[in-house]
């Protein structure tokens, strides 16, 4: 998939019951970088993120207007598989949470469920995908010990690989290091920096150091409403409203 932007979101507005928690939000996600979504607690970053695939209608009173496309496909459309919807857009959550399984099976749970079932493919995939969040070296000689057995840390990193072996276009992340000791989040940062060639990455942190680190393109939202975007060197040192730079150089939280 070619083109500049790989999510087109378009006067998008979410309401929790009465409560209006998104605002006409439109906005294009640039493909191939990473984009944080920051913001004060309860400014509808999470809400933002789980409208790209189609995670908030898991909840009852949800009422979602606008629309979403990834590439050209309209999200939202009649008919649309949502279960691909979510294999293209994966979700690594603020926790980890690895299937009660081996290492090995959780990797290959993914692609098994997409019709893989050659033993050599599978091994291949595992291996590959564990590679590519440096856990490979540290699990080769336990691949089909539980999965709970890990770290954290390790854990988190697992959970990652299982999204990247389904092959998603975008990786969704919800503040994915908050639960993670200091180190174990530097782990993750440098997977999102080594992907972020081959996948588009959406992160949302309320670390306003992590999105300096990482981000290329950043998402400020208030109170619902999406108040600036940019590219990161703007929004950090020449960010064009004065709630930015507030909320940028830490005046208001
Ligand atoms: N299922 C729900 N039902 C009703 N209100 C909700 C629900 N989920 C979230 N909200 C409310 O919607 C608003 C946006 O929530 P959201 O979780 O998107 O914010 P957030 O920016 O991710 O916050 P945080 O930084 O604390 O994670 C908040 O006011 C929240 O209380
Ligand atoms: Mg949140």
Redesign the pocket.
Known sequence: MTGEHVIHARDLN?Y??Q?H??KDITVAIPRSKITA?I????????????SFNRLLET?D??RLAGSVRLGPQDVYAPGVDVTLIRKKMGLLAQRPFPLPMSIYENVAFGPRLHGIRNRRALDRLVEDNLQLTGLWSEVRDRLHTPAVELSIGQQQRLCLARGLAVEPEVILA??PTSALDPQSSRRIEECFRHLKDRYSIVM?T?ILRQARRLADYILF?YM?ELVEHGPAEQMFNAPRRELTREYVQGVIS
């Open positions: 979410v929790y019951g409560l928690v998104l979504i913001g004060p607690s309860g400014c509808g970053k999470s809400t933002l993120l789980r909840m009173n949800v919800d503040e949302v309320h939202l619902g």
